[in-house]
């Protein structure tokens, strides 16, 4: 129970940057805030979370099966 409740928090933290940087209203900006949350998910401190997710880990070893390596 504990490796899952590591699991969601991980998957709630990745996905907190998406959510607030969601464009609303204005379309112009809907680029800039994609890029932003991007950057936001691969720069530590929050970045290492999914740097040692895993899924990431596991990836190299399905290149066969077309997991994104």
């Known amino acids: 129970m504990l490796g899952l409740g590591f699991r969601m928090a991980q998957a709630i933290l990745l996905a907190l940057p998406w959510i607030l940087f969601k464009p609303r209203g204005e379309q112009c ?18 970045g290492i979370i999914g740097w040692v997710s895993p899924s990431m880990s596991q990836a190299p070893s399905f290149l066969a099966g077309n997991w994104p390596g």
């Open 29 to 46: 900006h809907h680029v800039w805030r994609a890029a932003a949350a991007a950057i936001v998910t691969t720069v530590p401190p929050l």
